[in-house]
């Protein structure tokens, strides 16, 4: 898929979302090589820090993936009398912090899976704030469609 045709904020949307996945990858690859005495896993009903990070960056991407959902539906509806401009920018932007947090809690978790240090919602955090800055992107460019149109 060529993003050439694209409108100027779809292809710098997809430029943010590309340089935050890849410095979550350059940042968590050597909090993955260090490997220097496991933790013991934290109990069921603790919140531990990574967990707290994770939690408010998978609600941050979820709130984005539900402003982005009703600004597409309805562009001018609950958001504003605008075109959905507003809602659009508001899931990019927080689609983009839930993703910048959710790769920080990534890099800075010990051990892996299941250990307690909020690996788990990370991951969903990334995945939570790619699809809002996606369908952020779109209400942005359909906003942007509406309103050249007379």
Do not use: Q
């Not at 904020?9 to 990858?25: I, K, Q, Y």
């Not at 507003?86 to 899931?91: C, E, F, K, P, R």
């Not at 839930?98 to 809690?105: F, P, S």
């Amino acid at each position: 898929m060529s993003l050439s045709g694209a409108p100027a904020p779809v292809r710098r949307m997809s430029a943010v979302s590309a340089a935050v996945l890849l410095g979550v990858l350059a940042f968590a690859s050597p909090a993955a090589a260090h490997d220097a005495g496991r933790p013991t896993a934290a109990d069921v009903y603790d919140l531990s820090a990574g967990r707290l990070g994770a939690i408010a960056a998978a609600l941050l991407g979820l709130a984005g993936v539900i402003v982005a959902g009703l600004a597409l539906a309805r562009p001018a509806g609950r958001l504003g009398t605008g075109s959905g401009r507003l809602g659009g920018g508001a899931a990019v932007a927080a689609g983009v912090l839930g993703m910048a947090l959710g790769g920080l809690v990534a890099a800075t978790a010990d051990g892996g899976l299941g250990t307690g240090n909020g690996l788990g919602g990370a991951f969903v955090a990334l995945l939570a704030g790619l699809v809002a800055t996606a369908l952020g992107g779109l209400a942005l460019a359909r906003a942007r469609r509406t309103a050249v149109r007379p």
